[in-house]
């Protein structure tokens, strides 16, 4: 499970922990994974284990799968939900933050897949979590690397989806809508813009985003978007004419109107 230290992250730990599952939590601040692992157990009485690893740096990654392998752990599941936004227009973007949000967003999940898929491919048993967004399903002006990056994401799981069928593996991708965490805030959204940015109706707590997300996966659907309100935008959004759909988004996202 990485980016388990926060969020969504961290109640998807808790519904894995909920059903019996052994837990490895993966994300770059240590403190804070050991306060999530120490609860889980504490709680559910299930096995967790904590790496800290920086997903943005292909070295940490590799040394990721080596560390898990020493401990002989073997990845039933395999949750791929860190992942952060930048915001503003291309023209004034941080070429640094951007290519970082790459390397989080999609770099990582494609290394982590193609390292951990083949073993439950060989088991004939497993499961994959890839993290997209409703913002997969159009382009977003304010947020275009993020939202092409969990376009890929949907795009990538949606193949492997098919690639596994019959293998006893299984992939799924959870696109949430607006969700209630510091994940704005991190993006560089005030309490204002979050509050404006979508009705309230679009929004979710993590809690019911991390149950829809693993009761999917159990059933092996290929994507899960948690809320009627964001099913319904998500599908909107991908049928929508671009050339009608695109300006209106670029007008109405706050890190465009500043």
């Known amino acids: 499970m990485t980016g388990a230290s926060s969020g969504i992250g961290v109640e998807l730990a808790t519904e894995l922990a909920r059903r019996g599952h052994g837990l490895t939590l993966v ?12 609860r889980l157990a504490a709680e559910h009485g299930v096995r967790t284990e904590v790496v800290a690893a920086d997903l943005s740096d292909p070295d940490s990654r590799a040394s990721l799968i080596d560390e898990i392998a020493g401990r002989g752990l073997v990845i039933d599941v395999l ?10 227009s291309v023209a004034t973007s941080d070429p640094q933050a951007e290519m970082k949000l790459v390397r989080v967003d999609v770099e990582a999940v494609v290394d982590l ?5 083949p073993g439950m491919v060989e088991r004939g048993q497993g499961s994959v979590l890839n993290v997209a967004s409703v913002a997969a ?4 002006p304010g947020q275009a ?23 006893g593996v299984t992939a799924t991708s959870l ?16 309490d204002d813009e979050t509050d404006g940015a979508l009705p309230k109706f679009m929004w979710e707590t993590p ?14 659907r290929r994507v899960v ?6 099913v319904v935008g998500a599908y909107a959004g991908r049928l929508a004419p671009k050339s009608l759909l695109v300006p209106i988004l670029a007008r109405q996202h706050p890190a465009l109107k500043r």
């Open 137 to 140: 399903f159009q382009p977003l």
């Open 27 to 38: 994300a770059r601040r240590e403190d804070l994974l050991h306060e999530v692992a120490d």
């Open 113 to 117: 897949c193609s390292r951990i898929v």
């Open 207 to 220: 809690e019911d985003v991390a149950k829809a997300a693993v009761e999917g996966m159990a059933k092996g």
């Open 79 to 88: 949750a791929n939900n860190a992942g952060f936004s930048t915001t503003g």
């Open 175 to 190: 696109c949430p809508g607006p969700v209630e965490t510091a994940f704005g805030a991190a993006a560089g959204f005030s």
């Open 145 to 167: 690397a993020y939202a092409a990056a969990k376009a890929f994401v949907l795009s990538y799981t949606d193949s492997l989806h098919a690639e596994l069928k019959g293998s």
């Open 225 to 230: 978007i948690p809320g009627a309100a964001n």
